[in-house]
């Protein structure tokens, strides 16, 4: 499944270890199988779609917590990686074993753990050099490209059971990387932690509200695909393989990214347009041009995060850490207002990114790095 990426994305001579680059595309794989796995649990155990976002919640409670907490307890370290990925490996087979749904949030938990380590380790080694943040950013896009038709024809074919157990036998693939691997991060000394600069503090806000508006809408995309538009599950797979395919030029773009905020907006405008137009092409648009829009505008914002931080480092796992939480929470609006109507999930969705994305142009524009008065506070 993953081959054909990760050996474009070697063609292109990336600066991060191969080991990093394949555990984060097994990880993107995971992250990308959630909005198929949404119904398909649904089916699968009998509960309400709109319960069924709670194993995403909890997948993303476990990656939050492990940002928070990985960078102020541990060092990105090839051990550690190795643990992240044989969890991985140990709590999608788990999921496929259990006939209960309380107990599969929980598995999904540790799943996030796992997920929540190799993004830090990820993050940590490329945070601050711009080369290296596009070559972490752009996995997402390339696994994406082929993950989704899989994906969809594998849970389509056999349910959700299978899907699960392919999942975790995919962590297999980097551990014959992660033998080798060399972390630059790992010989880094370890400092003492400082607080965030005031616009540095106002970045991971608006990262955390932009993820938060995103979740809720984007995990439901695959249902409002089906359900509001009409159309099969392949088709709704492809257009999330379009996604992924658009984001490739915007995630590996090395140029200078200015106003990230902007195309942050934008996203939330697509994601309006995906909860209240219910038009296959709009569908298909709207979805693609997202994929394009988020990923101008995240690593844009990490670098903007860099550049106004004092100590960078410090921030990268902040940044994981604030945008999980968004995540966490936005499945539960999602289910609540899906509920309601895809249209009101889009519109509140949509409305809180495109207004976090406006404070986040409006940080760049107006609250200036105050290096010296900032330096003093943090210490």
Same mark, same amino acid.
């Given at each position: 499944?993953?081959?054909?990426?990760?050996?474009?994305?070697?063609?292109?001579?990336?600066?991060?270890?191969?080991?990093?680059?394949?555990?984060?595309?097994?990880?993107?794989?995971?992250?990308?199988?959630? #909005?198929?796995?949404?119904?398909?649990?649904?089916?699968?155990?009998?509960?309400?779609?709109?319960?069924?976002?709670?194993?995403?919640? @909890?997948? !993303?409670?476990?990656?939050?917590?492990?940002?928070?907490?990985?960078?102020?307890?541990?060092?990105?370290? /090839?051990?550690?990686?190795?643990?992240?990925?044989?969890?991985?490996?140990?709590?999608?087979?788990?999921?496929?074993?259990?006939?209960?749904?309380? !107990?599969?949030?929980?598995?999904?938990?540790?799943?996030?753990?796992?997920?929540? !380590?190799?993004?830090?380790?990820?993050?940590?080694?490329?945070?601050?050099?711009?080369?290296?943040?596009?070559?972490? @950013?752009?996995?997402?896009?390339?696994?994406?490209?082929?993950?989704?038709?899989?994906?969809?024809?594998?849970?389509?074919?056999?349910?959700?059971?299978?899907?699960?157990?392919?999942?975790?036998?995919?962590?297999?693939?980097?551990?014959?990387?992660?033998?080798?691997?060399?972390?630059?991060?790992?010989?880094?000394?370890?400092?003492?932690?400082? /607080?965030?600069?005031? @616009?540095?503090?106002?970045?991971?806000?608006?990262?955390?509200?932009?993820?938060?508006?995103?979740?809720?809408?984007?995990?439901? @995309?695959?249902?409002?695909?089906?359900?509001?538009?009409?159309?099969?599950?392949?088709?709704?797979?492809?257009?999330?393989?379009?996604?992924?395919?658009?984001?490739? #030029?915007?995630?590996?773009?090395?140029?200078?990214?200015?106003?990230?905020?902007?195309?942050?907006?934008?996203?939330?405008?697509?994601?309006?347009?995906?909860?209240?137009? $219910? $038009?296959?092409?709009?569908?298909?648009?709207?979805?693609?041009?997202?994929?394009?829009?988020?990923?101008?505008?995240?690593?844009?914002?990490?670098?903007?995060?860099?550049?106004?931080?004092?100590?960078?480092?410090?921030?990268?796992?902040?940044?994981?850490?604030?945008?999980?939480?968004?995540?966490?929470?936005? #499945?539960?609006?999602?289910?609540?207002?899906?509920?309601?109507?895809?249209?009101?999930?889009?519109?509140?969705?949509?409305?809180?990114?495109?207004?976090?994305? !406006?404070?986040?142009?409006?940080?760049?524009?107006?609250?200036?790095?105050?290096?010296?008065?900032?330096?003093?506070?943090?210490?």
């Amino acid at each position: 499944m993953l081959q054909a990426p990760v050996r474009l994305l070697f063609a292109l001579r990336p600066q991060v270890p191969a080991g990093v680059l394949a555990a984060t595309a097994v990880s993107t794989t995971v992250f990308a199988a959630t #909005p198929f796995l949404v119904k398909g649990v649904a089916v699968d155990q009998d509960v309400a779609v709109s319960t069924v976002g709670v194993i995403s919640t @909890a997948q !993303l409670a476990g990656f939050m917590v492990t940002s928070w907490g990985a960078g102020r307890f541990l060092r990105p370290r /090839r051990r550690v990686m190795v643990i992240a990925v044989l969890l991985g490996l140990t709590a999608n087979v788990a999921s496929a074993l259990t006939p209960w749904f309380t !107990l599969l949030v929980g598995i999904r938990f540790l799943s996030g753990i796992s997920l929540g !380590l190799i993004a830090w380790i990820a993050w940590a080694e490329a945070f601050g050099n711009d080369e290296k943040v596009g070559d972490v @950013a752009v996995i997402g896009p390339l696994v994406g490209i082929v993950s989704a038709p899989l994906i969809a024809t594998a849970i389509d074919r056999s349910g959700s059971d299978l899907l699960f157990v392919l999942l975790g036998a995919l962590h297999l693939i980097p551990l014959a990387f992660v033998r080798t691997m060399s972390l630059e991060a790992a010989s880094r000394p370890r400092q003492q932690r400082h /607080r965030p600069t005031r @616009a540095a503090a106002a970045i991971l806000a608006c990262l955390g509200t932009i993820t938060f508006g995103g979740s809720a809408v984007f995990v439901f @995309a695959g249902v409002i695909g089906q359900d509001d538009v009409g159309i099969s599950p392949i088709v709704v797979a492809f257009v999330f393989s379009t996604n992924a395919l658009l984001s490739v #030029p915007s995630a590996r773009y090395r140029g200078t990214r200015k106003l990230p905020g902007f195309w942050m907006a934008m996203t939330g405008v697509m994601a309006i347009t995906v909860g209240t137009v $219910h $038009h296959p092409v709009a569908f298909w648009i709207a979805l693609s041009a997202w994929g394009f829009c988020f990923w101008m505008g995240v690593p844009g914002a990490f670098s903007l995060l860099a550049e106004r931080s004092n100590y960078p480092d410090e921030r990268a796992g902040d940044a994981q850490a604030i945008m999980a939480a968004g995540r966490v929470v936005g #499945p539960l609006l999602g289910g609540a207002l899906y509920a309601v109507s895809a249209a009101w999930l889009g519109i509140v969705g949509g409305g809180i990114m495109v207004s976090a994305g !406006l404070a986040m142009v409006y940080v760049e524009w107006r609250i200036r790095p105050d290096v010296l008065g900032d330096l003093v506070r943090a210490t």
